[in-house]
């Protein structure tokens, strides 16, 4: 007896082989019953045929979606990886400046166009909190190195 199906169709020739009848009571409510499990028994088959032919369609979907999101991303991941190393080194060569703090030698890397800013610009280290730039002193243009010359800034007293 391996599925609910098959334990329905034992019931019923127990109930056969019982002589269980319509004409009593007790025989009426047991012959109600196996139907109703046999009713039940069909349902829940069905349910399974059902529930196994959905998995498999989602399984294929899966696979589907995932080859189309290897070959879009990886797509994407390879032009954006060009893209973006380029743009990095560009900004970076163009408009970053490296300064080493002169408090604990870290190298600290801002904008270049805080140079040329006229308000009062203050660049203090991440590492230490120490003053790395500041446009109020008075810095020679010997001090001052663009990383595209030396790599770096060096901060007077250094």
């Given at each position: 007896m391996r599925n609910l199906k098959e334990k329905v169709a034992y019931l019923h020739g127990l109930t056969q082989g019982l002589n269980?009848?319509?004409h009593s009571s007790e025989g009426k409510l047991l012959l109600n019953i196996i139907d109703v499990l046999d009713s039940f028994a069909e349902e829940v088959h069905s349910v399974n045929l059902a529930q196994m032919?959905?998995?498999?369609?989602?399984?294929?979907?899966?696979?589907?979606?995932?080859?189309?999101?290897?070959?879009?991303y990886e797509e994407d991941f390879d032009s954006d990886e060009d893209e973006n190393d380029n743009i990095y080194e560009e900004?970076?060569?163009?408009?970053?400046?490296?300064?080493?703090?002169?408090?604990?030698?870290?190298?600290?890397?801002?904008?270049?166009?805080?140079?040329?800013?006229?308000?009062?610009?203050?660049?203090?280290?991440?590492?230490?909190?120490?003053?790395?730039?500041?446009?109020?002193?008075?810095?020679?243009?010997?001090?001052?190195?663009?990383?595209?010359?030396?790599?770096?800034?060096?901060?007077?007293?250094?």
């Open positions: 269980v009848n319509e032919e959905l998995e498999e369609y989602v399984e294929s979907i899966d696979e589907d979606l995932t080859d189309l999101e290897e070959q879009i900004s970076y060569d163009d408009d970053m400046v490296e300064v080493a703090c002169p408090s604990c030698h870290e190298l600290v890397t801002f904008e270049s166009d805080i140079l040329d800013d006229d308000d009062d610009i203050e660049v203090t280290c991440p590492y230490c909190g120490g003053v790395v730039y500041d446009n109020t002193l008075d810095i020679s243009a010997d001090n001052v190195h663009d990383t595209k010359d030396s790599g770096h800034i060096m901060h007077p007293g250094v």
